[in-house]
């Protein structure tokens, strides 16, 4: 039975993942050391200039496809994104004037509100414990 | 075909998920029945007290009968989203701080859109920031605030302390906060002016794209990632260690755009001149000195902080003037730092042994 579980729970991969999560912090720094030089960096560089040229180019023309077929484009979710933040941002504005009104109102009232956060005394004193030096 | 036609989105769903379920459980001797993840993060209570375009400065409820007399606000970073200083319940700074009793105020900068683009280091420094500090002191009735900092957010709290010696500030923590670019040799070398064209980049495109970000600081340690799945792997069976391992990974997955003209004068003046450390670096037409920094003041850092080395950040307790001034350093990393394991037992009561004392 032992013989059956152990069989069963045999993972050949295991050691090698033991292996690289433990050498993994190596390869990294290995790795680093040549994505931090200066041809790296160069072709990087490169890189970036062409890949945002090339990805206004197929923006522009795969926008017009997506038009055809009436679909949305990223730039389309984007803004619909954006829009989404601006209705959040404002409904953020509204809450903020709502609390404000419920708070003078109660002090007019001279009560709490029902759902007004407890105001706990400010009177708690540190631990006795000296303070660690470090 | 007649049956497919009657059943509804969700119950093709609902059948899709039972028949990868069954086929896990099939393969993968001993799975425990597929765990539900509750994946919620940010669970403390909280109320927005002010909000600004995309900021917003958020009011914890309190957890204490009584608290500390200086409020705490948190300054969160630009780069990454504030929610895992509050991952889950039992796994969340704000609610650590909120139980020894401290009050708790967060600024969350939001994502931000096109029409952000212009934000500037000056605006975060000398308009958010204050106007975020008379807010708190206005909301709690105290003369007197205590600004905790993270990563990026602790050069926007420096940077505010230095620039306003005269304000309500009561005391300053840092954690892991970068000053020296020498020390940051790898985005040193990717933004130097001779191959990277920072203008082009930002003129074109307005704000960093999240993905940038992302692909920026995956580089830094490229096989960390594939490391981290491999010990999800070896843990697939432990389901706390699974919901935490998402939780993090949720976090770390969800970048946010960078500010564009935040991010040129940082590549410029921080990154290429070291501006901060040679105290050149001007905002809103002032010079600032973080020797001007005379409040308490407590800095943390990691030892294996790849994102912000040592050599980043150690010159900033050196730099700043307080008499009263600290530095630790914790084992761990960037993140582990404030939201891991090494947070909860290690960094949390260190820092509520020194902000309590100096919060009454």
């Not at chain 1, 729970?9 to 050691?15: A, E, G, I, K, Q």
Request: hydrophobic share 40%; proline share 6%.
């Amino acid at each position: 039975m032992d013989k059956t579980e152990g069989t069963q729970n045999f993972d050949p991969l295991r050691t090698w993942r033991e292996w690289y999560q433990k050498s993994e912090k190596q390869w990294s720094d290995a790795l680093s050391g040549i994505l931090g030089n200066d041809q790296f960096a160069q072709s990087t560089g490169k890189y970036v200039q062409e890949a945002m040229h090339l990805h206004r180019m197929f923006t522009e023309s795969m926008a017009q496809y997506l038009a055809a077929l009436n679909l949305p484009s990223r730039t389309d979710i984007i803004a619909l994104s954006d829009r989404v933040g601006e209705l959040e941002d404002n409904v953020a504005g509204l809450q903020v004037e709502v609390r404000h009104l419920r708070r003078l109102l109660t002090e007019y009232e001279g009560g709490a509100a029902d759902d007004a956060p407890i105001r706990p005394k400010r009177t708690k004193q540190p631990k006795e414990s000296v303070e660690e030096k470090d | 075909m007649q049956q497919a036609q009657q059943l509804s989105h969700e119950d093709v769903a609902a059948k899709a998920r039972e028949t990868v379920d069954r086929a896990i459980q099939r393969n993968v001797p001993d799975l425990p029945a597929p765990v539900e993840l509750d994946l919620e993060v940010g669970p403390t209570p909280k109320d927005i007290v002010h909000s600004r375009g995309t900021m917003k400065l958020y009011h914890y409820r309190p957890l204490s009968p009584e608290v500390y007399r200086v409020p705490v606000l948190v300054v969160m970073s630009l780069v990454s989203r504030p929610y895992i200083l509050d991952l889950a319940k039992g796994q969340s700074f704000i609610e650590y701080l909120l139980l020894q009793g401290f009050d708790v105020y967060q600024i969350d900068w939001g994502v931000p859109r096109r029409e952000h683009k212009h934000l500037r280091l000056d605006d975060y420094v000398t308009d958010f920031i204050p106007e975020c500090v008379a807010v708190v002191g206005e909301d709690s009735g105290e003369p007197d605030v205590s600004l905790i900092g993270y990563c990026l957010g602790g050069v926007l709290a420096a940077l505010y302390a230095a620039m306003y010696p005269d304000s309500p500030l009561k005391n300053l923590v840092c954690f892991t906060t970068p000053v020296n670019s020498d020390g940051m040799a790898l985005y040193r070398t990717w933004t130097d002016p001779a191959h990277f064209d920072l203008d082009r980049l930002i003129d074109s495109l307005g704000n960093i794209p999240s993905e940038l970000m992302d692909a920026s600081i995956q580089m830094l340690r490229p096989f960390q990632k594939s490391a981290g799945q491999m010990k999800l792997l070896d843990n697939v069976q432990n389901e706390a260690f699974v919901t935490a391992h998402l939780r993090f990974d949720r976090w770390a997955a969800d970048h946010i755009p960078f500010p564009g003209e935040t991010a040129r004068q940082l590549v410029n003046d921080f990154m290429r001149e070291n501006k901060l450390v040679r105290k050149t670096l001007e905002l809103d037409g002032r010079r600032v000195d973080l020797g001007n920094i005379t409040v308490p003041f407590l800095h943390v850092t990691a030892q294996h902080d790849h994102i912000v080395p040592s050599a980043a950040s150690q010159d900033l307790v050196k730099l700043v003037g307080s008499p009263d001034k600290s530095e630790i350093v914790l084992k761990g990393g960037h993140v582990s730092l404030v939201a891991g394991g090494n947070a909860i037992y290690r960094l949390w009561p260190k820092l509520d042994t020194w902000l309590s004392h100096r919060s009454v």
